[in-house]
């Protein structure tokens, strides 16, 4: 069984495979993902990494606070997102 894994604060330059040889130095990584805003293309600034459960949980505990490219990771188990509520207008 895999996991989701959120990572934030990420230095904006990085990559899919940087964040991927980052969590493989923990376990096998399935996929590791950098989200982009959909407008600009540019990186937001987190990302997702998949691995197996028992390696998930231990890259949780080693990378969470970390430092990487100057920047303090933000590592967690990824939540479910919530459906966005639809907004009405005021028309």
């Known amino acids: 069984m ?38 600009t293309g540019r990186s937001r600034g987190f ?14 505990e080693q990378l969470n606070g970390a430092m990487f490219q100057g920047r303090t990771l933000r590592v967690n188990e990824a939540q479910e997102r919530k459906p966005r509520r639809q907004q009405r207008s005021g028309w």
Not at 7 to 32: C, I, K, M, R, W
Not at 48 to 58: G, I, K, L, N
């Open 2 to 39: 895999s996991k989701s894994i959120y990572v934030g604060n990420l230095p904006y330059s990085t990559t899919d495979a940087e964040l991927e040889a980052l969590f493989a130095q923990h376990g096998t990584v399935h996929s590791a993902k950098i989200i982009n805003d959909r407008d």
């Open 47 to 60: 990302g997702f990494v998949e691995m197996d459960d028992s390696e998930a949980q231990s890259a949780i």
